[in-house]
């Protein structure tokens, strides 16, 4: 049994940082893919940033030099640091595990799609304002 608790939403202004925070309890294997989703009311879930054990890391464009995953395999977190946030980043962030690494041959995009992951996280609010 995995269990995912983020942590560390929070409401700012545009152009501020948050750091949200993914404990990870329970055993995923050596071999594993997080990330982080989101959802904004009235829209679909959409991929924001994951990765895999073997360190391979995907963003959505819209976050691209903006958001960093990044992972603490001693505590067993995963991050995402987020900077220069903006109002339309607003939206409910949820964490996601599943075992086994992404295909190498995989599409940066496709990493990103919701179905390669199993366990879900119930959620962190971020509000961004102008």
């Known amino acids: 049994q995995i269990q995912l608790v983020e942590s560390g939403g929070a409401s700012v202004q545009a152009g501020g940082s948050l750091t949200l925070s993914c404990a990870v309890f329970g055993y995923i294997s050596s071999y594993y893919r997080m990330g982080w989703f989101r959802q904004a009311p009235g829209k679909e879930r959409e991929g924001v940033a994951v990765v895999d054990s073997a360190e391979r890391a995907s963003y959505a464009d819209s976050v691209k030099g903006r958001f960093t995953i990044s992972q603490d395999n001693v505590k067993n977190t995963l991050y995402l640091q987020m900077n220069n946030l903006k109002p339309e980043d607003t939206a409910m962030y949820y964490c996601?595990?599943?075992?086994?690494?992404?295909?190498?041959?995989?599409?940066?995009?496709?990493?990103?799609?919701?179905?390669?992951?199993?366990?879900w996280g119930q959620g962190t609010q971020v509000t961004v304002s102008s």
């Open positions: 996601a595990a599943s075992f086994g690494t992404f295909r190498a041959s995989m599409p940066a995009q496709g990493r990103l799609s919701s179905g390669l992951f199993g366990y």
